[in-house]
Structures are given as C-alpha cells and as structure tokens.
C-alpha cells in the first residue's frame, strides 16, 4: 500500500451513542411506562411489546427520527439556524411536558459530554446555543447533529435513536413490572424490524410534517406529572 485510506469510524460511533453505558441520563425516562403500569393498562411482556411497537410507529417514527435526520441535514451542512429552528419544532411537537422535559436534560447531557470529548467545532458552538437558552437542546436534535459530526449517516443516526428508545423503556419496565431477561431481550429482538420499519416509513418526511400521535400516551404521561410517588422522571 502506498497511502493510508482513511477509517469509517462511524459503525462505532453508532454502537457508542446506542449504548446505555453513555451517561446521557436516559435511565430516568420511562416514556410513560410507569404510568401504564400503575393504570394497569400493561400487565405482561406481550402487552409491553404492543405498547413498544405502537409507540415506534405513532411517537418515534413520525417525529423523534424526523427530527434526526432534519438535523443531521442541518449540522451536515453547517447551518446553526436551520438546527436552532428544528430543535425548536421537536418541543413543539411533544405534548406531554415531561417528554419536553426529559429530552432537553438528556439531550443537553449528551451535547455538553460530546461538545467535550469530540474534536467537532459545530458541537461546541451548539453546546453554547443551548447554555444560552436560545435552544431547547432535545436529544433527537442533538443526536442527529452528533451523528453527522461522527460520519454516520441519518439512518444510522435513526438507528440509534429506534434502538436507545426501545432499551431504555424495556429497562424502565422491568423496574416497574414482573418481566425477566429473556422477555426483555425477546422485545428488543421482535423490535428490530419495527424500527427499521418506523424509519423507512417516515425517512422522506420534513421537520414540518411532524405528526406523532398517541393520546393514550399524552393522557397517561399528563397523570404521571401528578402522580404522589415516581420514579421516574417521565
């Protein structure tokens, strides 16, 4: 060989920011989870694959990888504007205030550790952006600026975002319901062609075409803002 080519660090970097080892604070979401239990509305592991499959196709689909890939485009291209103007349609697509909520602390948690740890300029000023408060910072927007900044491609960037999704609900469901290690992994398994499913379905659409669409999961979320005792943040 006479030259070196370069290395596609991206297929790592996937498994980096999909894995639950990043201190991003997903572990405080439960997307609903806990709420559904206590309604009694899941009460077993083929419940709990129903309510993760619905929320990949009404909720995540149609508007947190939208926003990925939105934003992928946007950081891609250098535009702070464009970013700032996606990140704001995300919040203002998400009812539940405790969705709102735990996607800008999670989001503003995995900027601020990447705008630290990553050699990407574009970060680092975001990560500012977001200080300020002239940005939400949510973690779909941010993952997807992140994404493109590491090479990987929007539906890689999806990827993680389906992936990260469904673990961490399945994980906040075992705190809050009898379901054992093989169920769990049985979910996560049988979730696989969902999220590729809810991306290709949505993967064409514009950051102003969100349009997620669950009200059982808005109403739960909005009794679990005034639930007496949670453990967790959503």
Do not use: K
């Amino acid at each position: 060989m006479t030259g070196e080519s370069a290395v596609d660090e991206a297929p790592v970097a996937a498994l980096q920011f999909a894995d639950s080892f990043l201190p991003a604070g997903s572990f405080t979401t439960s997307y609903g989870v806990e709420q559904f239990v206590a309604a009694d509305e899941i009460t077993d592991a083929d419940d709990l694959q129903a309510l993760v499959e619905t929320y990949l196709d009404r909720q995540v689909g149609p508007c947190d990888m939208v926003v990925v890939a939105a934003a992928h485009d946007a950081a891609s291209d250098g535009d702070h504007d464009e970013l700032r103007r996606v990140d704001r349609r995300c919040s203002a697509a998400q009812l539940p205030a405790e969705f709102r909520e735990s996607s800008t602390r999670t989001g503003g948690q995995l900027l601020s550790l990447v705008a630290e740890t990553e050699d990407a300029p574009f970060l680092a000023a975001y990560d500012e952006t977001v200080e300020a408060g002239d940005a939400p910072g949510n973690y779909a927007a941010v993952l997807g600026a992140v994404a493109a900044c590491t090479g990987m491609t929007a539906r890689q960037a999806a990827m993680v975002q389906g992936y990260s999704f469904v673990t961490d609900l399945v994980a906040a469901a075992q705190r809050v319901l009898r379901i054992g290690h093989t169920d769990v992994q049985r979910i996560v398994t049988e979730s696989r062609p969902a999220i590729v499913a809810a991306w290709e379905a949505n993967e064409d659409r514009s950051v102003d075409e969100l349009s997620p669409f669950a009200p059982l999961v808005d109403v739960l979320s909005a009794e679990h803002e005034r639930a007496e005792r949670r453990l967790f943040l959503s």
